[in-house]
């Protein structure tokens, strides 16, 4: 795993418990975790958000997830009661939870809700600049007559960063995915991808 890009963003709680268990089971597995989430679903369901290191993830790697976990949340025991349990990959919109996130999706737009409030505010919306020294760069959308629409926002205070679905973004999506499987050496079939 790349210890040069961290995840930042960080559950609290139960959730921070459970990934302290999950994450280097995840990572010896080679994938990168991107979130935890325990939610009311199903009576309970426990959220694994992972993907391979170049953004990927299929079914075939949920699985190998799953056979991983399970043995090391069974020993563990961190939530009481019965809860299923789901690999999933962070998909279009996605979580974005490490430095290299806010670099590799610039451009995009994105939805921040910060636990610290900065500038007097807790929410943001805009396109991301890029980012530097664990602090990223947002282009705001909403800015009153006079300010700067360029912001700083420390990740580490971030609660959520969301990428928000856009054609531009699904596009981009599709390609990196197409990219990353052919650099695997797998098949790509162009009819599935959304072409321009």
């Known amino acids: 795993m790349d210890v ?9 709680g139960l959730e921070a418990r459970v990934a302290q268990i999950v994450e280097p089971v ?5 994938y990168r975790l991107v979130r935890i989430q325990i939610n009311g679903n199903n009576g309970c369901t426990l959220q694994i958000m992972a993907e391979r290191p170049d953004g990927t993830m299929g079914v075939e790697d949920c699985e190998q997830i799953s056979n991983a976990v399970s043995p090391a949340l069974d020993v563990d025991d961190p939530i009481s009661g019965a809860y299923h349990l789901e690999i999933s ?12 996130d806010f670099t590799r999706w610039a451009g995009h737009e994105v939805k921040i809700e910060m636990r610290v409030a900065q500038l007097g505010r807790k929410r943001y919306r805009g396109r991301i600049v890029g ?11 909403d800015v009153a007559t006079g300010q700067s629409d360029l912001v700083e926002l420390p990740i580490n205070e971030m609660g959520s960063a969301r990428l928000i679905l856009t054609d531009d973004l699904i596009d981009a999506a599709l390609k990196a995915d197409k990219a990353a499987r052919a650099a695997r050496g797998e098949p790509v079939d162009d009819d599935n991808y959304y072409k321009h």
Request: hydrophobic letters at 30%.
């Open 131 to 141: 980012a530097e020294n664990n602090t990223a760069q947002l282009r705001l959308s």
């Open 26 to 30: 995840v990572e010896d597995l080679g």
């Open 89 to 100: 990959s962070p998909g279009i919109d996605r979580p974005l939870v490490r430095s290299g």
């Open 4 to 12: 040069n890009d961290p995840r930042i963003v960080k559950e609290q």
